[in-house]
């Protein structure tokens, strides 16, 4: 079965510092990885993904993940925290493709609420 | 383009009634599929519907049902509501075919058992 872990239940970083929330997976095969940002009373809204090529993903408001295979990692990153970043980060998995429909379902981690102080 | 809707946006029922949420998807996909995100948790696979089939399913007992309609729109139905179901039900939508598309989620019907 896939999963991911997200060790960090919070993380807390001053605005305009750079910040880092972290991901690890568990897939067979070939990992296809995503990560969601929900605000308070609100669904979930997609960052970015990595299913193949460049290490470094580069996603929506100016996050970034760095996939790593030899570490399993996927963590996400942006260079200046915005108070506004401050959000509950999901990391998710997807299982593999199938052209018949379906097989897109997404694993999720248990989040790491994210909080940028001024 | 409208995104991803979906309804009632709250809703509280009593223990054993049956709910019935709506979700109609993000304009040209035709995959639906549903999550149940309880409080303080990650979002965990219910179902999902592809060509008016339910194509995968996670670990959920049979209350929980669904349909999708030739439109693509889709409907959850819980019966005999337990106290455990209270929670955040989120419809994501997305596309079958193609690339490895993203799924496109909606705000979520909050509901309470009581």
């Known amino acids: 079965a896939q999963s991911v872990a997200q060790p960090e239940d919070q993380v807390n970083v001053a605005e305009g510092n750079p910040l880092t929330v972290k991901c690890t997976y568990s897939?067979?095969?070939?990992?296809?990885l995503f990560w969601y940002v929900q605000y308070p009373n609100r669904g979930l809204q997609f960052l970015l993904k990595y299913i193949t090529g460049d290490n470094l993903v580069k996603g929506s408001y100016g996050f970034e993940a760095e996939f790593n295979k030899s570490q399993t990692s996927f963590h996400l990153k942006k260079p200046s925290a915005l108070v506004s970043d401050s959000a509950l980060y999901f990391c998710a998995v997807r299982d593999p493709y199938r052209f018949t429909g379906g097989g897109n379902k997404l694993t999720f981690g248990t989040g790491t609420q994210l909080k940028v102080e001024l | 383009d409208a995104g991803v809707t979906q309804s009632p946006t709250h809703l509280i029922k009593t223990r054993g009634q049956q709910v019935t949420l709506r979700c109609s998807p993000k304009?040209?996909?035709?995959?639906v599929s549903w999550y149940q995100q309880a409080l303080g948790q990650g979002p965990q696979f219910i179902f999902q519907y592809y060509e008016e089939e339910e194509r995968q399913r996670g670990n959920f007992p049979d209350r929980f049902s669904g349909h999708q309609f030739p439109n693509y729109s889709s409907e959850l139905n819980v019966n005999a509501l337990l106290l455990g179901d209270s929670a955040l039900y989120l419809c994501?939508?997305?596309?079958?075919?193609?690339?490895?598309?993203?799924?496109?989620f909606g705000p979520g019907t909050r509901l309470t058992v009581l």
């Open positions: 897939v067979s095969g070939n990992p296809y």
């Open positions: 304009s040209g996909h035709d995959t």
């Open positions: 994501a939508s997305s596309l079958a075919s193609g690339s490895f598309n993203e799924q496109f």
